[in-house]
């Protein structure tokens, strides 16, 4: 006899077409709350727009995957990829930090460039549950939104690089400059922050770009002119930052 393992995931014709139909209305959703909050930046505050955005990606992990991919055309965890390789052509042991894990999109394409030591981090249980299905990581994070120091759980000088696709900038809920004292923190002296995003996320007037400066000038990281991308997902060019940890 055959033995027949996890049957509920086996799906019939009527699931194909019902998951299809969810993946599409609830990426439908994710791409208008994202409009009204880069839109309308000053009529909620950003706790406001963080409960939303929760709402919404809590909704959508199971779909997360094939809607970013076959709907919106999203790449970006392919250049993340191939930027990363392309830091570390040799050193495939570098212990990696996968900021705003989401799905676990990154840690797959970084397994297939050979790296191995690939850690998450982010802030909806729903997203590090399919996460971990990926099975790529070596340790997944549950990160306190409204608390920027509640990764200081991760000791200094942890990681060779961070990496994040897909997150920063989106909304003024979502990670920004913010963020890149910690992230220098947990970095080695001598490691990488790779930040992937879409071109148009940059233009968000609640991105304090100037902390990025304020870090130079402290001698906590270096910054390389941005690197464009033809494609980060359908219609949208892309932008890959990285910065030296110094």
């Known amino acids: ?141 549950l990160m306190n939104p409204k608390d920027i120091d509640s990764f200081d759980f991760i000791f200094d000088n942890t990681f060779d690089a961070i990496v994040s696709s897909g997150t920063f900038y989106l909304t003024k809920s979502h990670p920004g400059t913010e963020y890149f004292e910690k992230m220098c923190n947990i970095v080695k002296p001598g490691g990488k922050i790779l930040i992937v995003t879409a071109e148009v996320y940059c233009e968000g007037n609640w991105i304090k770009w100037d902390e990025i400066e304020r870090l130079e000038k402290l001698g906590k990281l270096k910054a390389h002119p941005a690197i464009p991308e033809d494609v980060y997902k359908t219609n949208h060019k892309g932008k890959v930052f990285v910065y030296d940890v110094l």
């Open 1 to 141: 006899r055959i033995q027949i393992l996890f049957e509920q995931e086996i799906m019939t014709k009527g699931d194909e077409n019902d998951h299809q139909h969810l993946t599409e209305k609830y990426m439908g959703e994710i791409t208008d709350f994202l409009m009204t909050a880069q839109k309308n930046p000053d009529t909620v505050s950003r706790e406001e727009d963080l409960i939303k955005q929760q709402e919404v990606y809590s909704k959508i992990s199971t779909y997360y995957d094939q809607g970013t991919r076959d709907i919106y055309g999203y790449k970006g965890h392919v250049l993340t990829g191939q930027h990363v390789a392309r830091l570390y052509p040799k050193n495939k042991d570098i212990r990696i930090l996968d900021f705003s894990v989401g799905t676990g999109l990154v840690g797959e394409e970084l397994t297939k460039h050979g790296f191995q030591n690939i850690y998450g981090i982010d802030i909806n249980k729903e997203f590090l549950t399919a996460a971990q299905k990926k099975d790529c990581y070596k340790g997944l994070y």
